[in-house]
């Protein structure tokens, strides 16, 4: 991909915008709003499923919203150990680099806290138990134990997926609860400045690899993204049954194959597809290695 990312610009550019404290999103007089969405649409996809009302719609939007807490959450428990260990392999010879990484590895920590008090402040309010995958640590633990070049490119199909989600539904959205709003804008304003990175740490680890080094390690990033997806579907039933449970209402058998059809493409959707179609993620694959982002082309319609 044709950019002009350097680690001192990124760094620049971090020290700038990324300025908030977990703090300044949530808690004291800043609740979670709950008669209104906290997902867009094109994310959740609740509103076909017409055999619920208004309301159930809602409710399982905002169960959506819970589980993007977590899932987000989950996903940067891999992504710190990573930047981590990327950086310290060269603590001396760039010193922008290891401080842009640093700060990277420090916002996505903060990311962590952050979607955990999101979602302390959900279910004090909620009232009702949304189960969840994991633990996270351990899924963590299998992602990593694949090629470093496939985890980075995951990380950054995981990055765009982000500005992605914000940009195109999210920032023009008045619909939803503005606490919820807030928390995504400013995940966003501080994951601009690590898809940029993720994009030098993908390019710096493929000139280590050979061609079929390279290959190996797209495959490898499929499979990543089967686990994941194992892990997702899972998630969708925890959903599902978290629906049923807040609000009293007992799905059909029909019913609930309905549900999970739409829900099953909008889990893939959100984690999957809207990373693995972003242009930005196509045309680095495309780059490093011709044939990748034909690969990955071909398999994405899958999780749209
Ligand atoms: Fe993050
Ligand atoms: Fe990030």
Request: with cysteine.
């Amino acid at each position: 991909m044709d950019h002009n990312y350097t680690y001192q610009a990124v760094l620049a550019d971090a020290e700038r915008v990324n300025t908030w404290r977990v703090e300044d999103l949530i808690g004291d007089d800043k609740a979670l709003d709950f008669a209104r969405p906290f997902m867009p649409e094109s994310l959740a996809r609740t509103a076909g499923l017409s055999f619920l009302s208004e309301d159930e719609q809602r409710v399982l939007n905002q169960i959506r919203g819970h589980e993007y807490l977590y899932i987000f959450g989950l996903v940067e428990e891999f992504i710190l150990p990573f930047v981590l260990d990327h950086a310290r392999v060269r603590l001396h010879d760039d010193d922008y680099r290891v401080r842009a990484l640093l700060r990277f590895a420090g916002e996505e920590a903060k990311h962590i806290q952050l979607f955990k008090r999101f979602r302390e402040d959900f279910t004090d309010a909620f009232g009702t138990r949304c189960d969840v995958i994991g633990p996270p640590q351990e899924i963590a633990h299998a992602v990593l134990a694949h090629h470093p070049l496939a985890v980075a490119f995951a990380i950054l199909h995981i990055e765009w997926m982000t500005q992605r989600h914000y940009v195109e539904s999210i920032r023009d959205n008045r619909d939803l609860d503005p606490q919820f709003r807030s928390l995504l804008r400013h995940h966003w304003m501080e994951e601009a400045q690590h898809a940029k990175l993720d994009t030098l740490m993908v390019e710096s680890l493929t000139q280590a690899c050979s061609g079929d080094e390279i290959d190996r390690a797209v495959d490898e990033y499929v499979q990543i993204g089967g686990l994941l997806d194992g892990g997702l579907q899972q998630q969708m039933q925890f959903d599902l049954d978290a629906l049923e449970r807040a609000t009293g209402r007992r799905l059909t058998p029909d019913e609930r194959e309905e549900c999970c059809a739409v829900q099953r493409q909008a889990i893939r959707w959100t984690f999957l597809g809207s990373g693995m179609t972003h242009r930005n993620f196509l045309d680095t694959l495309g780059t490093v290695r011709p044939g990748a982002r034909a690969k990955v082309e071909e398999i994405a319609p899958a999780f749209c």
